[in-house]
């Protein structure tokens, strides 16, 4: 019940740290909505290629968006020693873990829910459909898991912000190939056999990473 | 500083013989294959050293796991010698497929699951290096190294599945039998012999190359120890 | 109450504590001094949990550390020299959070109590990002005390204070050691701490080399207490330790 109660403070903590400074939330956003617009130069996303590539471009935008949230959140904890703080608390330190780890879910799914109808208005793309959203959980919640994990340890390290992605990245490639394939599943409204190995993948993934990182957290913050 | 043990100097002769023997098996004893030619003896090469890049990896994550349960540094030296050596024959598995690709495939490079693999692996090795640079504490390196490592392993199966499951024409080698798709051969059983003899070389090239880099590893820890003791 | 035996503790090949023997009853006050680099903060973190020994044995309270090292944290309170606080919070809010980790009863109330008990009452609603450095060591030291802990450890704490905020922690300093707890403090400010502690203790050379009770010392001669202390140990070569080569 210590371990619920903790991990809920954490998560409330980081929220209403959150919802008075905004520093994260903006960063992230104002980053995504760069991202899309740079993509809009980059590729030609007229009517046609639009359905192929709008899969991909989000999920990049949420990938580059993800990591510097996952950055900030943690960098907080570091700077002014609150992770020793966190430390000292008779809490199992896997408590700690999923409290951040939702939160910067939470984050991540803040800024996707106004990414995702901001893009849907400017290329006139639906997409609010149960099946694409539940891939946008699903596989937001694989990145995270991971990037929570790897960024409590870049953020003790001398190159903190360059390394995150560059240590996340790679690990996350299942995430992004199964999470692209099944958006672009939902949106060109393929059968189900199509999509399902991908979502399949997903759960894998994500409840294999999750479990490792909560079973390795202990050694990431314990000197 | 404890002088060269023999057992090494017998197994780089040992290796340095198998060695040659596979160079002999894959350029003479070898036939040449009919439909793509000569640059199949690549072959050997390629899937050998691929094997090795693999067990460097599962080399490190083993003895990540085993420094997280004992915190004994010469786990983490393990771990950095294995991936080391991975990174070395990882990358020589991309060029040597790259090789082979060329004339059959009429290409340099393809997004291929394996290939794909190999090359995300690869990044995974540099991001292991990368972290453990920006860590001065010893300590802290090891521990961080290790659980990277560990992910790393994880996710590369991971990663095969999904690149598989997105795209494939690297040929399936050994046990089947589809004349029609490109780029594949059977196997004669001479050809067998080279393939087998020369992932038997690889493996104790691997040992060879672990042992002298772990010996290099203790050799640094006492230099530096010598140096602190100096200064004090 | 605090034991530590042969206490070693080293960062790759560096040692930085080469054997320390330290030992605290329940209610004294012990100040550790000692030169930048000899140690302290190493010494306080493995005390406060925060890093486990490489050798020795270290028990706080009955229970030995690191493996029980859940059962100590309950009892133990600790103030760095970084405030560990949320800037983003307000003071009670901050004082709320660390309720919870501990599952505190009557949390309003105690967050209060010790509000009023810091100075820092009326600026509860205020976030932490616009008090002074005083003020949040103040609040730090709240913190730390909000559980009630038996044991106190304290890390240079009178950093980066002027001489009003230093006579304002001071006071809550005293206030905080009279209910009976028991006190460790490091500390580079001989005068403040010649005033607080029951017995002050030399760390130089990764080992205690000097301990001297307040009965043993006058106030005027800790200063010649501690120059002589140090500056013996740092005439000996350090005893080797048997991974040492």
Not at chain 1, 49 to 72: D, H, M, P, Y
């Amino acid at each position: 019940m210590n371990f619920l109660r903790a991990t809920l403070a954490v998560i409330a903590k980081d929220l209403s740290g959150e919802l008075r400074s905004r520093e994260l939330l903006s960063a992230m956003f104002v980053f995504a909505v760069l991202v899309i617009l740079i993509f809009n130069f980059a590729l030609e996303l007229d009517v046609k290629t639009r359905g192929t590539v709008t899969a991909g471009v989000l999920w990049v935008t949420f990938a580059f968006a993800g990591s510097l949230g996952l950055n900030r959140s943690m960098a907080m904890e570091k700077d002014r020693g609150c992770m020793d703080g966190l430390l000292l608390a008779p809490v199992d330190r896997s408590a700690i873990y999923f409290g951040k780890m939702f939160a910067n879910l939470i984050f991540m799914l803040l800024v996707e829910a106004i990414v995702l109808p901001l893009y849907s208005i400017l290329y006139n793309i639906n997409l609010f459909q149960a099946g694409f959203l539940g891939v946008v959980i699903l596989g937001s919640l694989g990145y995270v898991s991971v990037g929570t994990l790897l960024a409590t340890m870049t953020v003790q390290t001398r190159t903190r912000d360059v390394l995150l992605p560059i240590l996340l990245f790679p690990l996350a490639i299942p995430v992004f190939i199964a999470a692209v394939k099944a958006s672009m599943g939902y949106l060109q409204e393929l059968e189900m056999e199509a999509i399902r190995p991908w979502l399949n993948l997903l759960v894998v993934y994500d409840t294999v990473f999750t479990a490792i990182a909560f079973m390795v957290f202990d050694f990431v913050v314990e000197e | 500083m404890q002088p060269k043990p023999k057992a090494l100097t017998y197994l780089d002769t040992f290796t340095a013989i198998l060695f040659l023997i596979s160079v002999g098996m894959v350029f003479f004893y070898a036939p040449m294959e009919a439909v793509m030619g000569n640059v199949q003896r690549v072959f050997y090469y390629h899937v050998a050293v691929g094997w090795v890049g693999m067990l460097s990896f599962l080399a490190a994550a083993i003895a990540g796991i085993l420094y997280l349960k004992s915190k004994d540094r010469k786990w983490d030296l393990f771990a950095l010698a294995a991936v080391e050596i991975g990174i070395v024959f990882t990358f020589l598995n991309i060029v040597t497929g790259s090789i082979w690709a060329r004339p059959i495939w009429n290409t340099w490079w393809t997004w291929d699951p394996r290939l794909t693999t190999a090359t995300i692996m690869e990044l995974i090795y540099f991001a292991y290096l990368m972290l453990r640079q920006g860590i001065e504490d010893p300590e802290r390196r090891a521990r961080f190294g290790a659980v990277y490592v560990i992910l790393g392993f994880v996710s590369v199966p991971l990663t095969f599945f999904s690149a598989r499951l997105f795209r494939t024409i690297h040929p399936v080698v050994i046990g089947t039998n589809q004349p029609g798709a490109e780029g594949q051969f059977d196997m004669t059983p001479r050809m067998v012999h080279t393939f087998l003899f020369s992932l038997f070389t690889f493996t104790f090239v691997f040992i060879d190359l672990m042992w002298h880099r772990l010996r290099l590893g203790r050799f640094a820890d006492q230099v530096e120890q010598l140096k602190l003791r100096l200064s004090l | 109450m605090i034991v530590v035996h042969k206490l070693v503790k080293r960062f790759g090949l560096k040692t930085v504590l080469r054997g320390v023997d330290f030992k605290v009853e329940a209610g004294e006050f012990v100040a550790i001094l000692g030169p930048n680099g000899a140690g302290k903060t190493t010494f306080l973190r493995i005390l406060a949990t925060l890093s486990r020994p490489s050798l020795g044995e270290v028990s706080i309270a009955g229970f030995a550390l690191p493996t029980q090292a859940a059962s100590v944290r309950r009892r133990l309170g600790v103030v760095t020299h970084l405030p560990l606080l949320y800037g983003d919070l307000t003071a009670e809010e901050n004082l709320r959070f660390y309720g919870r980790l501990y599952s505190l009863d009557s949390l309003n109330e105690r967050v209060a109590e010790v509000l009023k008990l810091v100075g820092l009452f009326e600026r509860r609603s205020d976030l932490v990002r616009t008090f002074s450095r005083g003020m949040q060591q103040r609040l730090a030291i709240g913190r730390a005390v909000l559980h009630d802990p038996e044991v106190i450890l304290f890390d240079e704490p009178h950093t980066g204070l002027d001489q009003e905020a230093c006579a304002m922690l001071d006071n809550v300093l005293r206030e905080v050691a009279a209910r009976g707890r028991t006190v460790v403090m490091t500390s580079h400010d001989l005068i403040r701490v010649s005033e607080l502690a029951s017995r002050f203790d030399v760390l130089s050379n990764g080992v205690i080399v000097a301990s001297a009770t307040r009965e043993q010392l006058d106030p005027d001669q800790l200063l010649a207490f501690y120059r002589q202390a140090v500056h013996q140990s740092q005439g000996s070569n350090p005893a080797r330790l048997p991974y040492e080569i």
